[in-house]
């Protein structure tokens, strides 16, 4: 599909952000595509950032170990900041898993001003706070939870006791038919409504 340059872009020396639409799980490989391509073609002038907005988030492992990870907040798009020419339009609808550029039918729209700086800084506090502070913070003592994850997966108790140095919760759950009290991450458990 070919993307028209409207004549206000191709008049316009400035660089700007953009969208691009790339195949779902494929954006890590667009931007290693893209990135090799500008420094073959010398384009380090036209396109100079490639950014795939991620935030920090907190999973368990299959051991039930609390592990960091990056996760895609848009997945199937990444952002590029480039002075939009004929030879930059060529190039990124020439590259493998993209899609498209974001626009009007086939024309490329910018995104206005401060728009990516503003998701950047937003994205930098939703990590610097992390998902430990929110998450534990959600529950409080005596509510029921369900285990999602681990050994005690899919039982119900309620919680007796909130580790906030340790994001963990004490579970009041019923085994062999007694009360057992289980220490649990807080991403294991979750809220029943």
């Known amino acids: 599909m070919a993307v028209q340059i409207n004549e206000e872009q191709f008049n316009d020396t400035k660089v700007r952000w953009f969208i ?4 779902v799980g494929f954006e890590d490989a667009v931007k290693k595509s893209l990135d090799l391509k500008i420094s073959n073609l010398s384009l380090q002038e036209k396109i100079i950032e490639i950014y795939i907005p991620t935030k920090k988030v ?77 998450t534990i913070s959600t529950f409080q003592l005596s509510d029921l939870v369900k285990v999602i994850d681990g050994p005690f997966k899919d039982m119900q108790g309620k919680i007796s006791g909130i580790d906030e140095a340790n994001s963990t919760v004490d579970v009041l759950l019923t085994m062999f038919e007694r009360e057992t009290v289980v220490s649990l991450d807080v991403l294991a458990v979750k809220k029943v409504i």
């Open 20 to 23: 691009l639409q790339t195949y």
């Open 58 to 134: 907190y999973k368990l492992d299959k051991k039930g170990q609390r592990q960091e990870k990056l996760e895609k907040i848009y997945p199937g798009y990444i952002y590029v900041t480039m002075l939009f020419d004929t030879e930059v339009a060529y190039l990124v609808q020439n590259t493998n898993y993209i899609s498209r550029i974001a626009g009007t039918g086939d024309v490329a729209i910018a995104l206005e001003e401060g728009y990516v700086e503003k998701l950047k800084e937003n994205l930098l506090q939703q990590s610097e706070l992390g998902s430990k502070t929110t």
